[in-house]
């Protein structure tokens, strides 16, 4: 039988300034830093979740070194999706895609970070309403 899993809690992105997205992510959404072992890394927190903030020595735009497609942030209710289009937009945050309901229910929005990184408030019904969003295989 498969070891169960209690979801993915855990995202590690590559940044060209700590202290320009510690920032954002503290400021803009909420998080709480949890731990910053060095000048090179930083650890935040919304409560259920981690987000690590490693620097990236070298060139060019983080974004083009990322493999990844973005990182979602769930909201408990679909009005609260729009209520984050209008607080980024107050806060001169471009929204690179407005809310949009989806076919499954689900309600989104996408804008990107300092340093380009693809970023999504979420309204998903299954981990929104309470849910785990979890099942047995």
């Known amino acids: 039988m498969r070891p169960r899993l209690q979801g993915l809690r855990h995202v590690a992105v590559y940044v060209t300034d700590i202290d320009r997205s510690l920032a954002f992510y503290r400021d803009v959404m909420g998080m709480t830093l949890e731990w910053m072992p060095d000048p090179d890394n930083a650890y935040l927190t919304s409560g259920s979740d981690n987000l690590a903030l490693h620097w990236r020595p070298g060139r060019g735009p983080v974004a083009e070194a990322q493999t990844l497609d973005h990182i979602g942030f769930v909201v408990p209710g679909p009005e609260d999706v729009d209520d984050w289009a209008r607080y980024l937009r107050d806060r001169g945050v471009a929204i690179s ?41």
């Open 97 to 137: 895609r407005a809310p949009k309901t989806h076919r499954d229910g689900a309600r989104s929005l996408y804008f990107r970070d300092p340093d380009g990184i693809l970023v999504q408030v979420i309204y998903h019904p299954p981990i929104s309403e309470g849910g785990t969003g979890f099942h047995e295989p």
